[in-house]
């Protein structure tokens, strides 16, 4: 009961991190730029542990919303708030991780003709930033965290909002207890190269501008994984 309290004290508190930052965002009290507080600082406020308090800023670099470097600090980005957020749970609570793969397989492949003609040099610089995360991640959590937002800057880049906030949804299935269980049996250190490799050849042909490349890279890299995933 006290480790299940512990854990509900922490998923409070980080809910709270984050509606302190978007609503900040939201409403002019946070400007672009912005510095954050430290870990430490945000541990103490929402009384939480550092680690906690880590991971939801990870996610919230994930998404775009706050950039953070080493000896430097967190700030708030340009384009804060643009993940989740505001995406009801029952939207995505009863999706299962084969009808999500399923919808992926076909609607991501098209996304490579709108990013050829739509991405800036700042999606691709974004691109990369996903892609030199999830090669760096220590964890399966951290590359996953990753690996999902490479996905949505891939439907962000097509610059079509009504995109971007079905991709969101992806993401937020991909969020649940039952994905993570999946990826927690499948992802060996083995396969994490595999994608890593499959990721940089999709940027790089969207990069060139080959459509036809970009969207052969992206299905072949969503039927590998839902080979593992699935075993078909």
């Not at 002019?28 to 541990?43: H, Q, S, V």
């Not at 090669?135 to 610059?159: N, P, R, Y």
């Not at 969101?168 to 890593?196: F, M, N, S």
């Amino acid at each position: 009961m006290a480790a299940y309290s512990s854990r509900a004290r922490s998923r409070d508190g980080a809910q709270r991190i984050r509606a302190f930052i978007e609503e900040g965002a939201a409403d002019g009290a946070l400007a672009p730029g912005a510095r954050l507080p430290t870990e430490r600082e945000l541990a103490r406020r929402f009384g939480i542990p550092r680690n906690a308090v880590r991971k939801t800023l990870g996610q919230l670099e994930a998404e775009g919303s706050i950039t953070r470097h080493v000896g430097r600090g967190t700030y708030l980005a340009g384009r804060a708030g643009s993940g989740e957020s505001g995406i009801p749970a029952s939207s995505v609570a009863h999706t299962s991780p084969g009808e999500l793969m399923e919808a992926r397989l076909r609607l991501e492949p098209a996304l490579a003709d709108l990013v050829v003609i739509n991405a800036t040099p700042a999606d691709f610089e974004r691109l990369e930033t996903c892609l030199e995360k999830a090669e760096k991640s220590t964890t399966l959590d951290e590359f996953e965290l990753w690996d999902a937002a490479l996905h949505q800057a891939l439907a962000e880049a097509t610059h079509n909002q009504f995109i971007v906030q079905v991709f969101a949804l992806a993401t937020a299935v991909r969020q649940q207890a039952e994905w993570g269980k999946l990826k927690d049996r499948i992802v060996t250190p083995e396969r994490r190269v595999r994608y890593q490799e499959e990721h940089r050849a999709i940027v790089r042909a969207l990069k060139e501008r080959d459509a036809d490349s970009a969207r052969a890279c992206i299905l072949a890299h969503l039927q590998h994984a839902r080979r593992n995933l699935f075993g078909f």
